[in-house]
């Protein structure tokens, strides 16, 4: 089993542009999740999803949106890229409301 | 209000040096505390699940404690493979996603 997984594991944006980043995991889980972390601020939950075709806002969504169109997978997007959106990008499953697994993340600039 | 709290920030041990991590929550209710541990330039890797007061969890030279008010992460005899950030969470109340610590960044030298 892969577990887990991200793409791209790195992106360069400039401002105002526009990416998706594409989480997959292999584990049959329900629950999907995506964290942003920054310097000293620890990691910060952006959308999450409870099952195939259902979403909800975390504690930072602003400038961001996601599809869960597949069990499977999990989509976050950028519609107009900022520099705050730095960051490293992390996904995340888990089978119900316990211990998560963590993708191996996605490191974003945005200049 | 943070729901998460853990000291040290950070923690240089020498290897065979005996130690503790500390993770104090606010939460009331508590329906589990995790502990992670993230190397630098990856995803946190999963170490332990504590459910209630008096629980305790063992991995190699990791021992996981919890009280009502904390938790402990007991290293002991580490080795520099162990050096880390190590990070706790809680379920937020809304128990779909988990409120994160800062985290403990440990560095163990030979």
């Known amino acids: 089993n892969a577990g887990v997984t991200q793409t791209p594991k790195f992106r360069v944006l400039k401002t105002g542009q526009s990416m998706t980043l594409l989480c997959a995991q292999d584990?049959?889980?329900?629950?999907m999740y995506w964290y942003r972390q920054d310097p000293g601020m620890g990691l910060r939950l952006i959308h999450y999803?409870?099952?195939?075709?259902?979403?909800a806002k975390g504690e930072v969504p602003d400038g961001y949106n996601v599809s869960r169109l597949k069990k499977q997978n999990f989509l976050l997007g950028l519609e107009s890229a900022a520099p705050s959106q730095t960051s490293v990008y992390f996904c995340?499953?888990?089978?119900?409301?316990?211990?998560?697994?963590f993708g191996p993340g996605t490191r974003l600039t945005v200049l | 209000e943070d729901q998460v709290t853990q000291s040290p920030e950070a923690l240089r041990l020498q290897e065979g040096e005996s130690s503790s991590l500390n993770c104090s929550y606010t939460v009331s209710g508590l329906r589990g505390l995790f502990w992670y541990r993230q190397d630098p330039g990856k995803g946190p890797e999963f170490l332990f699940t504590?459910?209630?007061a008096g629980e305790e969890k063992e991995k190699e030279r990791l021992k996981a404690t919890l009280t009502k008010k904390e938790s402990f992460l007991h290293i002991t005899a580490p080795k520099p493979e162990d050096s880390a950030t190590y990070l706790c969470a809680v379920p937020q109340p809304s128990g779909y996603a988990l409120n994160f610590g800062k985290g403990t960044s440990l560095l163990v030298t030979p």
């Open positions: 584990m049959n889980h329900e629950y």
């Open positions: 995340a499953s888990s089978f119900s409301d316990n211990e998560q697994f």
């Open positions: 999803s409870v099952g195939e075709g259902t979403t």
């Open positions: 504590l459910y209630s």
